[in-house]
């Protein structure tokens, strides 16, 4: 300490080091963990099971929201002081608006330079926002076939995927953290705190680290619930089929990219509806004409598909819908297809306008549909055997009370769409 004398009473003393908060390189943290998924006993629910503490921890927030951000410091600030091993991962733009508010460095790096750099790194996914956020979460693993779990805070306008209220982000946190850690690895009940000689960092409590932690053991058969949703895989092809899906990093070609809600093919701007032949596993269905179409996912049943007259589908029903915007002709209803069906939709050369808009998730591609292209569509395959689950959203859920697996799908959907609220009166 040095200290500035002003006057022979005062005296200011202030510190030469002070704390660097600093952005470090995502790249020189350790590859991620991939954690298993075992069958439980809760319906067809699952159960989180990390072969070692999660260390690397994605927080993804919504935009131009400051108590969002706040919400998000204050997250980060309580996972960092009581799990000291944890490394928090923002995304560039956050990193650099809010790492000087943070007590400790962040990781991040540029997707622009970088577009799978998440993919190797991240071993869970926190996001504090609504619908959308998620769906942007998502969409940073778009190339990539084994999506770490996600944990969503509902902090936005709608909150049909969000499952935890911010006011539970320790005990939510906790579940996830020490789910799969072992009777051995847990540390007794502790009723009295720790003596600060005792408190030491993680690294040093044994193999795996969950003896750092403190309190009541969960038991063995408490792991974090979690429900896989279910992707679809799209791709754009030209009229001599080669794939022109324009997403930043890919690099394969013919296997398309990954969808959390929809595909949307719509007209635009053009005053013309739309002219599109729809195949049906190989079949030609029909020559739509309409606004657009819409093939979207179980979990994307609660989004445009549903303003547009499509079914709710359970997020665990294997399925595909298939939804026509104002078709022309009355009897081109909503479909349900097997979600083993592949789908093609192919812009006739009666379509008057120039090209129709492609959006996936919600977001614009840029890049337009051309008369003779095709949006491919297929499934994503999830299970490869007992307790071999690779693909999908493994979305962690809140335990409900009751033992009945799916209270919180049912419970939020009435509670959102207000099904038999008595007419006339407030929500």
Known sequence: MQCLRRTPLLRRCFSTSLARHEIKDLGSLSRRLIPKYQES????????????????????????????????IEFASHIKSTYPSISVILESKTAAELHSSLP??????????????????????????????ILHASSLFATCSNVPPVLSFSMGTLGFLSEWK????KRAFREVYMSGAGAGDRAP???????????????????????????KSMGSTRGARILMRNRLKVGLFTADGTETTPI??????????????ELLIHRGKEPHLAVVDVFVGGR??????????????????????????????????PSILLTPICARSLSFRPLVLPSSTPITLRLSEKNRGRELEVSLDGVNLGQGMAV?????????EMRHGKNEWHGGVPS????????????????????????????????
Request: charged share 20%; glycine share 12%.
């Open 41 to 72: 006993n809760e319906g067809e629910l699952l159960s989180l099971q990390w072969p070692a503490p999660p260390r690397n921890i994605l927080l993804v927030r919504k935009d131009c929201a400051p108590a969002v951000s706040d919400s998000l």
């Open 104 to 133: 400790f460095s962040v990781y991040s790096a540029s997707l622009e330079e970088r577009p799978t750099a998440f993919h190797d790194k991240v071993d869970l996914t926190v996001t504090l926002g609504g619908d959308g956020t």
């Open 166 to 169: 911010f006011s539970e982000f």
């Open 189 to 215: 009940v502790l009723e009295e705190p720790l003596q600060p000689a005792l408190e030491v960092q993680e690294s040093q409590m044994g193999p795996t680290g969950w003896s750092s932690v403190r309190g």
């Open 248 to 261: 930043r990093g890919k690099t394969d070609q013919g296997q398309g990219v990954y969808v959390m809600n």
């Open 284 to 317: 030609f269905l029909t020559e739509a004409v309409a606004d657009g179409i819409i093939i979207s996912t179980p979990t994307g049943s609660t989004a445009y598909s549903l303003s547009s007259g499509g079914s709710i589908v359970h997020p665990l029903v």
């Open 372 to 380: 003779g292209m095709e949006a491919r569509v297929w499934n994503e």
């Open 396 to 427: 962690v859920m809140r335990r409900s009370m009751g033992g009945e697996a799916h209270e919180g799908w049912v419970g939020g959907l009435n509670g959102l769409l207000k099904f038999n609220h008595p007419f006339g009166e407030e929500f």
